[in-house]
């Protein structure tokens, strides 16, 4: 799994006063120093090193590691006693064996919501429009593999619309289905819109309407063993605060 070093601060003046704390970075109950390491889905990716971007210099005694990558292996990684703060993983179902488990430290949070939609080349050369589309065995379509978040998403959304597709490949993440799309190798894939969104001109999407039904929840949680649990609850307060909450809003994430 690729891990994505990010520096250096996620903590504004901005942020800290919403949480009640000094925006000169001292004097505060709450340790902003040293690292966090946030376990992220990959469909985090862009919401998240935004949010980093937007609110870096501030702190600069507070650097983020995140890594990102499909939820179940991020899951497996935490209940291997892999050194983390945060995990946020793409659904519940993936949060629950860490929940079991006991690694987490306090609640749970929901910190946002994402929703499928049909994901074309430019041009959309498929004829693209609907759902029942994925059932053409001309296309060539590819669905995220059932055992990761998108793809257990995409198989409770195409029973919901009684479609049978056809899926031509299997990708390991929603970012490898959204490149296959990007890459014209195939006619059209299931992908979060959080993903179709930051692709921009290199995708058209499709909305679906009764997608959000089905739309995933987001967990995030602090990890009992976590080596600087006070800045990392200092960090998931900024995620689902304010300013994570407005990121993540812009990124096309759904509120919780």
């Given at each position: 799994?690729?891990?994505?070093r990010?520096?250096l601060?996620?903590?504004g003046?901005?942020?800290?006063?919403?949480?009640?704390q000094?925006?000169?970075?001292g004097?505060?109950?709450?340790?902003?120093?040293?690292?966090v390491?946030?376990?992220?889905?990959?469909?985090?990716?862009?919401?998240?090193?935004?949010?980093?971007?937007?609110?870096?210099?501030?702190?600069?005694?507070?650097?983020?590691v995140?890594?990102?990558?499909?939820?179940?292996?991020?899951?497996?990684?935490?209940?291997?006693?892999?050194?983390?703060?945060?995990?946020?993983?793409a659904?519940?179902?993936?949060?629950?064996?860490?929940?079991?488990?006991?690694?987490?430290?306090?609640?749970?949070?929901?910190?946002?919501?994402?929703?499928l939609?049909?994901a074309?080349?430019?041009?959309?050369?498929?004829?693209?429009?609907?759902?029942?589309?994925?059932?053409r065995?001309?296309?060539?379509?590819?669905?995220?593999?059932?055992?990761?978040?998108?793809?257990?998403?995409?198989?409770?959304?195409l029973a919901?619309?009684?479609?049978?597709?056809?899926?031509?490949?299997?990708?390991t993440?929603?970012?490898?289905?959204?490149?296959l799309?990007?890459?014209g190798?195939?006619?059209?894939?299931?992908v979060?819109?959080?993903?179709?969104?930051?692709?921009?001109?290199?995708?058209?999407?499709?909305?679906?309407?009764?997608?959000?039904?089905?739309?995933?929840?987001?967990?995030?949680?602090?990890?009992?063993?976590?080596p600087?649990?006070?800045?990392?609850?200092?960090?998931?307060?900024?995620?689902?605060?304010?300013?994570?909450?407005?990121?993540?809003?812009?990124?096309?994430?759904?509120?919780?």
């Amino acid at each position: 799994m690729d891990s994505v070093r990010v520096a250096l601060i996620v903590l504004g003046a901005g942020a800290l006063a919403l949480l009640g704390q000094p925006a000169n970075g001292g004097g505060g109950d709450e340790d902003t120093t040293g690292a966090v390491t946030v376990l992220a889905a990959a469909s985090m990716t862009d919401a998240l090193e935004e949010l980093v971007d937007q609110l870096a210099d501030e702190y600069p005694d507070l650097e983020i590691v995140s890594s990102f990558g499909p939820s179940p292996g991020l899951a497996a990684q935490v209940l291997a006693g892999a050194p983390a703060d945060i995990l946020i993983t793409a659904d519940t179902a993936t949060m629950e064996p860490v929940v079991r488990a006991g690694v987490t430290a306090g609640d749970v949070r929901v910190v946002a919501r994402n929703a499928l939609v049909l994901a074309v080349p430019p041009g959309n050369p498929g004829g693209v429009t609907h759902l029942a589309d994925l059932s053409r065995e001309e296309l060539l379509i590819a669905l995220c593999e059932p055992r990761v978040p998108c793809g257990a998403a995409s198989e409770e959304l195409l029973a919901f619309g009684g479609v049978q597709a056809a899926p031509d490949t299997y990708a390991t993440d929603v970012k490898q289905a959204a490149g296959l799309v990007r890459l014209g190798e195939v006619d059209a894939a299931l992908v979060y819109r959080t993903d179709a969104a930051a692709a921009g001109d290199e995708i058209e999407s499709i909305g679906l309407p009764m997608a959000a039904d089905v739309a995933n929840e987001y967990p995030a949680a602090l990890l009992r063993n976590s080596p600087n649990p006070a800045a990392a609850r200092v960090v998931l307060d900024v995620i689902d605060g304010e300013p994570g909450r407005k990121v993540l809003a812009e990124s096309g994430f759904l509120e919780p």
